[in-house]
């Protein structure tokens, strides 16, 4: 059972460029996780989606970023004119499709975008 | 609002044992969580708390006393590749299921 999958592992892009980050979740999950780490610091939440919905994005920058988890295919965090301080690892995570009990989070390895 | 305190870095021995302790300060709990994660890779789930208690896991064992706010994993019989950073996690109250992180803590184990 493949676990969460993200693509590109890095991705270096320079200022004012877009930066598509892919996530595919393990099979079966429903419920995709977005968070960003910079270096020495905790892991933090940017938006949890569901699919086709966006559930709760408060941790999300108001400008410039957006995400989606279409019906097929992998979700999709975008940053638009992107600069140098998103420089950082985006994880994402993935949780069963089940209600109550403990919602786990199995994370992917993650991509670290470098702006220039 | 939510605050989660780690220490940022500890070292030990080989062999010997090691306990980080994490405390939070949250609207509501709804669980607390330990991910151990090597530098440049994913999180990966250790352990999980709701009750007051310990929890046992192998070589890894997770405290939780709700009500002073404070967690506690404890490893034992350290090796060298349980050098790695340990993240406190805090599911709050609500219906996201959303957990917060805190900093984590290095752990850096020597010979």
């Known amino acids: 059972n493949a676990g969460v999958m993200q693509n590109p592992r890095h991705l270096v892009r320079r200022r004012g460029q877009e930066a598509r980050l892919r996530c595919s979740p393990m099979k079966g999950h429903s419920h995709v996780y977005w968070y960003r780490q910079l270096p020495e610091e905790g892991l933090k939440f940017m938006v949890y989606l569901q699919k086709e919905n966006i559930i709760d994005e408060s941790g999300m920058p108001k400008e410039r970023f957006s995400a989606e988890f279409p019906k097929e295919g992998p979700s999709i965090l975008r940053i638009q004119q992107v600069v140098r301080g998103d420089s950082a690892a985006y994880f994402c995570?993935?949780?069963?499709?089940?209600?109550?009990?403990?919602?786990?989070?199995?994370f992917g390895p993650g991509t670290r975008l470098t702006v220039l | 609002g939510q605050n989660i305190d780690q220490p940022t870095e500890m070292t030990a021995t080989e062999g010997a044992i090691v306990q980080i302790n994490c405390t939070y300060q949250?609207?509501?709990?709804?669980?607390l969580f330990w991910y151990q994660q090597h530098a440049g890779e994913a999180p990966t789930f250790l352990s999980y708390?709701?009750?007051?208690g310990l929890e046992e896991k192998g070589r890894f064992s997770s405290f939780l006393s709700r009500s002073k706010g404070y967690s506690y994993l404890l490893l034992k019989e350290l090796q060298m590749k349980d050098s790695a950073s340990y993240l406190c996690?805090?599911?709050?109250?609500?219906?996201?299921?959303?957990?917060?992180f805190g900093r984590g803590t290095s752990l850096i184990v020597h010979p």
């Open positions: 996690a805090v599911k709050g109250a609500g219906g996201s299921y959303i957990p917060t």
């Open positions: 949250t609207s509501g709990f709804n669980g």
């Open positions: 708390n709701v009750l007051d």
């Open positions: 995570a993935s949780s069963p499709d089940r209600s109550g009990g403990v919602r786990e989070q199995f």
